[in-house]
C-alpha cells in the first residue's frame, strides 16, 4: 500500500525555472511532512518541512505548499541551480509521542536542472 | 553537520550466511532507525530503537532479523539467514529523541547483494 505518492518521478527544467514536485498521502492522521534531498552517492539530508498548522513554508528558494483538505503538497524550486539536481523524497509521519517517528517516504523525484 | 556512517557500503553474500550491517549514528542521539530500500521502490521503515529496546518493528522486520547496540557502539541489523529477497539497500538513521519534531539524520546507505 503506497501511503505517500510522488509526480513526476523524473523532471527536467532549465537553470532559473520554477520545479514543481508534488506529493500526496492517504492517511489524515499524518501531522508532519518532511522533503528529503538526495545526490548522487551521498544521504538523504533533510531539506525542508511543514506541518498541517501551515498552509507554507518557505525557506529560501525552496517552498512548500500545503492542502489538507486535498491531502496534496507540493515543493517549489525557484530560480532552479544545477547544483539543485538530486532526487526529492517526500515523507510523512505521525505522532508517536516517545517512541520515535516513524518516516513513510514517497519513491522520489529525480530533478534534473540543466544549464 | 552531524554525520552517521555505515559501514560496509556494499555488501555480497551467498543466501543462507548471516550479515551484520553497521551504524555509527551522531554521537548524541538516542533514537536509531533502519530503513530498507529495494531498488526502483521507496525507503520502507523497517525498526527504531531506543535505550536498549526495540520500540516498533514493521512486518518487514522478519524473525531472522535483529538489532542492538552494545555498549554504546555500532547500531547494528543482523540478518540469519539472508534470503535473497533481502537484497537491498538498508538505510540507517538516528535523531535526537523521538516524537515528530525531531530531525532524523540519515546514512549513506549499505548495499547487500544476497546471491
Known amino acids: 500500500q503506497q501511503q505517500v505518492r510522488q509526480s513526476p518521478q523524473s523532471l527536467t527544467v532549465w537553470e532559473g525555472e520554477t520545479a514543481i514536485l508534488n506529493c500526496s498521502y492517504e492517511d489524515s492522521t499524518f501531522d508532519y511532512f518532511p522533503w528529503y534531498w538526495q545526490f548522487p552517492r551521498e544521504s538523504p539530508a533533510l531539506l525542508i518541512a511543514i506541518r498541517p498548522v501551515s498552509n507554507k513554508k518557505e525557506d529560501g528558494r525552496f517552498t512548500i505548499f500545503f492542502n489538507k483538505r486535498e491531502k496534496k503538497l507540493s515543493l517549489h524550486i525557484t530560480d532552479s541551480q544545477p547544483g539543485d539536481s538530486a532526487t526529492y523524497f517526500c515523507?510523512?509521519?505521525?505522532?508517536?509521542?516517545?517512541?520515535?517517528?516513524?518516516?513513510?517516504f514517497g519513491i522520489g523525484t529525480l530533478l534534473s536542472v540543466k544549464p | 553537520g552531524p554525520k552517521v556512517l555505515q559501514i560496509p557500503s556494499h555488501q555480497i553474500i551467498d543466501m543462507g550466511q548471516m550479515v551484520t550491517l553497521n551504524c555509527d549514528p551522531v554521537?548524541?542521539?538516542?533514537?536509531f532507525y533502519w530503513y530498507k530500500q529495494i531498488l526502483g521502490q521507496q525507503m520502507e521503515f523497517l525498526v527504531n530503537f531506543y535505550n536498549g529496546k526495540v520500540m516498533e518493528k514493521s512486518k518487514l522486520f522478519k524473525d531472522q532479523f535483529s538489532v542492538e547496540r552494545p555498549d554504546g557502539s555500532y547500531f547494528t541489523l543482523k540478518i540469519q539467514p539472508t534470503a535473497l529477497e533481502d537484497s537491498a539497500v538498508y538505510f540507517c538513521?538516528?535523531?535526537?529523541?523521538?516524537?515528530?519534531?525531531?530531525?532524523?539524520?540519515f546514512g549513506p546507505g549499505t548495499r547487500l547483494t544476497v546471491l
Open positions: 554521537s548524541n542521539h538516542l533514537y
Open positions: 538513521a538516528s535523531s535526537l529523541v523521538g516524537g515528530r519534531s525531531y530531525e532524523q539524520y
Open positions: 515523507a510523512a509521519s505521525e505522532d508517536y509521542g516517545s517512541s520515535g517517528n516513524k518516516l513513510i
